[in-house]
């Protein structure tokens, strides 16, 4: 009787540790490294397991942060301003954020005419990186009118997220969404740890609050982790 081939046992066992909880939804697995030392073969055996698995839809690879335990594709709404810290722990998971930057500028051109501002004008503009579980799930682009929330250049954000902020400070009067599939700038793919020809969803948003524009956001989901829905019901 032929042998059994090794990267089929290897498979087996991490399905079998994924259906005794020893990992669950999110939990990273072993590296190939570990893995190769444990079953004692090679890396490209390995590998060979962990790219059926993700065939399989029981794991998910990302190019820096390693392998994880596959979860469920999470869903965000277009239609309200519900913050995504909110909402990945009402999906019973863990929230986490990083700071990129946050600085004063002159708005360019574009800006300018977005924010309805002189060109040239000082506002401010902040990125942020959001995790589910320790995986970035979005990227965040934030241009902010100083005369609607002068206080937001002095935030660290370690307590309250931008959007939580925004909403308490800045009464949302209107909010224009604009939605897009792009494949994105090399920074963001290292934010979002994300291959290069993978598109991203982008929400372009405008937020009015006390009769002028207050801020506009571009908030950019990797496809493969996040989709996005919106439910009309009518009078």
């Given at each position: 009787?032929?042998l059994?081939?090794l990267?089929?046992?290897?498979?087996?066992?991490?399905?079998?540790q994924i259906?005794?909880?020893?990992y669950?939804?999110g939990?990273?697995?072993?590296?190939?490294?570990?893995?190769?030392?444990?079953?004692?073969?090679?890396r490209?055996?390995?590998?060979?397991?962990?790219?059926?698995?993700?065939?399989?839809d029981?794991?998910?690879r990302?190019?820096?942060?390693?392998?994880?335990?596959?979860t469920t594709?999470?869903?965000?709404?277009?239609?309200?301003?519900?913050d995504?810290?909110?909402?990945?722990?009402?999906?019973g998971?863990?929230?986490?954020?990083?700071?990129?930057?946050?600085?004063?500028?002159?708005?360019?051109?574009?800006?300018?005419?977005?924010?309805?501002?002189?060109?040239?004008?000082?506002?401010y503009?902040?990125?942020?990186?959001?995790?589910?579980n320790g995986?970035?799930?979005?990227?965040?682009?934030?241009y902010?009118?100083?005369?609607?929330?002068?206080?937001y250049?002095?935030?660290?954000?370690?307590?309250?997220?931008p959007?939580?902020?925004?909403?308490?400070?800045?009464?949302?009067?209107?909010?224009?969404?604009?939605?897009?599939?792009?494949?994105?700038?090399?920074?963001?793919?290292?934010?979002?740890?994300?291959?290069?020809?993978?598109?991203?969803?982008?929400?372009?948003?405008?937020?009015?609050?006390?009769?002028?524009?207050?801020?506009?956001?571009?908030?950019?989901?990797?496809?493969?982790?996040?989709k996005?829905?919106?439910?009309?019901?009518?009078a």
């Open positions: 009787m032929a059994r081939p990267f089929e046992e290897i498979k087996d066992f991490i399905k079998k259906e005794d909880g020893v669950k939804e939990d990273k697995i072993p590296t190939e490294m570990e893995l190769a030392k444990t079953f004692q073969t090679s490209q055996t390995v590998n060979k397991a962990l790219r059926d698995l993700v065939l399989d029981i794991i998910e990302f190019p820096r942060s390693g392998s994880f335990v596959k594709i999470a869903q965000t709404s277009i239609l309200d301003l519900k995504i810290a909110t909402e990945i722990v009402e999906r998971n863990s929230y986490t954020n990083k700071l990129v930057s946050l600085t004063e500028i002159r708005a360019n051109e574009k800006i300018s005419k977005i924010l309805n501002v002189v060109k040239d004008q000082k506002i503009i902040s990125q942020m990186i959001h995790y589910e995986v970035p799930v979005r990227f965040d682009t934030r902010i009118k100083p005369s609607s929330c002068k206080e250049i002095k935030q660290t954000f370690t307590q309250i997220t959007s939580q902020y925004l909403q308490k400070n800045c009464p949302v009067e209107k909010v224009d969404n604009t939605i897009e599939a792009i494949l994105v700038e090399e920074d963001i793919q290292e934010y979002l740890d994300i291959s290069r020809n993978e598109p991203c969803l982008r929400i372009s948003r405008l937020v009015t609050s006390k009769g002028e524009i207050a801020s506009y956001s571009k908030l950019y989901y990797p496809s493969s982790r996040y996005l829905n919106s439910t009309f019901v009518g």
